[in-house]
Every structure is written in structure tokens, then in C-alpha cells.
């Protein structure tokens, strides 16, 4: 049973960073992929950023391209998400995500999620 345990979040202004972590615990393919989704208030889940963990090969949506960074730490077992440029639209509630997989028509997806923390971002 996989397990994930986001933190991190927080509130910040326009322009400012934060640095979210995922502790992870269970079996975790080492040639999976992680990542991170968010959602904001009335809107639809959406794909942030992917880290494949064979090759360290990472993935962005456009509208955090160039300021958010995923890592993972294979000694501690976290995946981290490193928010810079934080804007006001990056406000919602971040996911950390294992298993994830990719197709054409749908896009990214997972099979194991955490619970969530929250990105609060003011103009």
C-alpha cells in the first residue's frame, strides 16, 4: 500500500516561493513516474509536473514552465516540488501523486494520491 504525505503548503504573496514535499512509504517502482496535480476552487484537477524515476526525465504544464522544479530524494523517500514566481492563479490545493501514466487522449494520470495541502497565493 503506497502512501502519501504532502506539506508544505501555505499562504504567500504574488512573487514569493514555497516548497511543497511528499513523504512516500510502501513500494514505489523505481522506473515509475511521480508527480503533481492541483486543483482550484470550482475548477477541475489539473496535471502540474511529472519526474520519471529511472532517468530523472521531468515534465511541465506550460503555465509553471520555468518556475516550478520537481525532485525526489530517493534517500528520504520524498518527492518535492519547488514553487517559485508564485501568481495568484497558482492558488488551489496541490497533490503530490504516484503511478502515474500518460495517454493521448487524457492526458497525465495517477493510481495513488496523497490528501493535499494548500496553496494560497495574494495579489
Known amino acids: 500500500q503506497v502512501q502519501l504525505v504532502e506539506s508544505g503548503g501555505g499562504s504567500v504573496q504574488a512573487g514569493g516561493s514555497l516548497r511543497l514535499s511528499c513523504a512516500t512509504s510502501?513500494?514505489?517502482?523505481?522506473?515509475?513516474?511521480m508527480g503533481w496535480f492541483r486543483q482550484a476552487p470550482g475548477k477541475e484537477r489539473e496535471w502540474v509536473t511529472t519526474?520519471?524515476?529511472?532517468?530523472?526525465?521531468?515534465y511541465y504544464a506550460d503555465s509553471v514552465k520555468g518556475r516550478f522544479t520537481i525532485s525526489r530524494d530517493n534517500a528520504k523517500n520524498t518527492l518535492y516540488l519547488q514553487m517559485n514566481s508564485l501568481k495568484p492563479e497558482d492558488t488551489a490545493m496541490y497533490y503530490c501523486?504516484?503511478?502515474?501514466?500518460?495517454?493521448?487522449?487524457?492526458?497525465?494520470?495517477?493510481?495513488?494520491w496523497g490528501q493535499g495541502t494548500q496553496v494560497t497565493v495574494s495579489s
Open positions: 519526474i520519471d524515476l529511472g532517468y530523472g526525465n521531468t
Open positions: 510502501g513500494y514505489i517502482s523505481r522506473w515509475g513516474y
Open positions: 501523486a504516484a503511478d502515474l501514466s500518460f495517454s493521448v487522449g487524457g492526458g497525465w494520470g495517477a493510481n495513488n
